[in-house]
């Protein structure tokens, strides 16, 4: 955890087993706890007495778990567990709920308390992006070469909308324009741009990208984007 005035280095967060892939935000709330104790690397709240604060993330890791950290007092308060490969991707939707992509070609949607309460089943390889859209729904992208939409009242997939052909190549290679309803899909060599409400791909850039891979894609304050490649370059 880094300070946002000078950007030095505050604490450190233990406790995956391996490589973390991703973090996200949870909506700011107050988590009360009477015990915090102890287990190996993790730590589990007990009651609701002590106040731990309200400035929580999630992280997703290689070894296959999704933990909740607070960050005022950089304990983990919940691990959860389920998938049977690395996870990719984690996010918690506008509703409340955790949903998790993993390697193990499964999206899990969980509680806070880390109750897994529905697993979306279809991509047939790892399943690596999501993205929550304006509607509700979900988007994943996968190493199926597929991008997938999931109605979020039926936990089902909207097969007629998947879009065939596009490679998704890592977690944070997919970035959703919400007031355009546009997603950006990084692939190898390419940039797919997909219009949402067409479920289609309406433009691929290959400009300047040279064939590598895209690792990440983010917006500037003045518009613009910036992209992560394998090249070692943005």
Known sequence: VYAKKGFKLQNMMKGHKGIVYSLSKMESREVTYSAITNFGNDFVAEDEDEDLGCNMILSASSDGTIKQWNTDKYICL?????????????????????????????????????????????????????????????????????????????????????????????????????????????????????????YKVIRTVTNGLNGYAISSISRLLNGSFIVGTSSNQC
């Open 78 to 198: 919940n691990t959860f567990e389920g998938h049977k490969g690395g996870v990719w991707k984690v996010l918690m939707t506008e509703e409340g709920f955790i949903v998790s992509a993993s390697g193990d070609h499964t999206i899990r949607m969980w509680t806070e308390e880390g109750n897994n309460t529905h697993t979306l089943e279809g991509h047939t390889d790892g399943v690596v992006s999501l993205v929550e859209l304006k509607n509700g729904n979900l988007a994943s992208g996968s190493w199926d070469n597929t991008i997938r939409f999931w109605d979020m009242d039926s936990y089902k997939c909207l097969e007629d909308h998947t879009i065939n052909n596009v490679h998704c190549h890592l977690g944070e290679s997919m970035f959703y324009l919400k007031e355009d309803d546009i997603l950006l899909v990084g692939g190898k060599g390419n940039i797919y741009i997909i219009d949402i409400l067409e």
